[in-house]
């Protein structure tokens, strides 16, 4: 979270090097901003097991938890149409600004999802009314909207935003996973039947056998569920290998299924470019391979060597993570000069990104935090 809020702040720099940044759609190249993405979806499949092994076992029933995955997606997809329309609304047609939109919508996000103290009575009514104000507040804004030059376009799906992106991915994954706990062969396929359908979309394959269907038949056609359902790998391993008392192996064997990625994205680019915009195999072959050596660094570090307390200013960044996610909307002001360019810009973008910890930090500790 800490590198997403930092490269997510590129676009108030100028000359910074280009490796560093988002690559083109058509460009065949990996940016050190691409990485970031997939590391996070990566994460969330490293979360999965976890999350739904615990509800399991204080006796939640599956009907239950999937309700609970529903509308946690539901809720990520909502945040992600909100943000991904921003970029596309008239102030003029819609009687308010960029700015003054983005902050209305995340004070929205913030009176629905926040983590209220349990409550009865008075305040548990209290808490309720806050969150149908944020409701109302969020549908007004829907009603307003008006994009594009000619201030007619409503709000659109288009490409779901980031967070969207992050909803259709957990959706599928923890829904496949819940049904699948403890069929570890079925998880295989289901990691298999991802990555043969991101090759299929890109070989065209799908494209041939259904000419009139649609462009997708889901977000990334299997590439961002690849990058989790890899994640759930990931953990299932690290679970394997704690029971048998072996995690002083782990580092290893992911630095060596990493290699493993990355020389299959060294082969896919063949056939396919390297292209964060396109989803293409081979940019998710590559980034898995370095998500799982990177997390083979972290587990060394932190897990074997017990340097946890080298993170803890940035802790906030993993407890609070779509308060931190949410908080540069509310700080949408480019910056111009020499603090915008080269060194200086990234050192002030990162900077940026300390601040944001540390403001979702004192938040928290006034009891605003989002959490779905």
């Known amino acids: ?114 983590v209220y103290p349990r409550s009865e009575g008075a305040k548990k009514w209290i808490f309720r009314t806050l969150q149908a104000v944020g409701i109302a507040l969020l549908l007004g804004l829907f009603i307003i909207f008006k994009g594009g030059t000619d201030g007619t376009q409503g709000m659109t799906p288009q490409w779901w935003g980031i967070l969207g992106l992050i909803g259709w991915t957990y959706l599928v994954t923890s829904v496949l996973y819940l049904f699948l706990f403890q069929r570890n062969i079925y998880l295989i396929a289901a990691l298999l039947f991802f990555a043969l359908l991101n090759i299929a979309d890109h070989a065209g394959w799908i494209k041939s056998l259904l000419p009139n269907g649609p462009h997708e038949l889901i977000p990334g056609n299997g590439a961002f569920q690849l990058f989790a359902f890899l994640g759930i790998g990931a953990t299932l391993l690290l679970e394997r290998y704690k029971k048998t008392g072996q995690t002083a192996k782990l580092p290893l064997l992911y630095v060596a299924l990493g290699a493993l990625l990355i020389a299959a994205g060294t082969l896919s680019r063949q056939f396919f470019i390297i292209s964060k915009i396109q989803a293409t195999p081979t940019w998710v072959f590559l980034c898995s391979g370095i998500a799982f050596i990177a997390f083979a660094l972290v587990f060394w570090l932190v897990d074997l060597r017990g340097k946890v307390h080298w993170f803890d200013i940035i802790q906030t960044a993993g407890t609070a993570t779509l308060t931190c996610y949410m908080i540069p909307y509310l700080f949408d002001i480019p910056v111009k000069g020499l603090i915008a360019h080269g060194v200086l810009g990234l050192t002030k973008s990162m900077l940026f990104a300390f601040l944001v910890i540390g403001i979702a930090n004192l938040l928290g500790r006034l009891g605003v935090k989002l959490k779905i």
């Not at 997510?8 to 460009?27: K, M, R, V, Y």
């Not at 003029?92 to 600004?97: P, Y």
């Open 1 to 114: 979270m800490l590198l997403m809020i930092f490269v997510n702040d590129f676009w108030t720099l100028t000359g910074i090097p280009s490796w560093l940044e988002h690559s083109a759609a058509d460009q065949d190249f990996l940016g050190f901003s691409d990485i970031i993405f997939p590391s996070f979806l990566f994460i969330v499949g490293m979360s999965v097991p976890y999350a739904i092994q615990n509800r399991l076992a204080k006796g939640d029933s599956r009907a239950k938890i999937f309700l609970h995955i529903l509308l946690r997606s539901v809720a990520l997809l909502i945040m992600g149409f909100f943000t991904v329309n921003i970029s596309d609304i008239n102030a003029v047609a819609s009687g308010i600004s960029r700015r003054q939109f983005m902050v209305l919508m995340v004070v929205a996000f913030l009176l629905i999802w926040n």
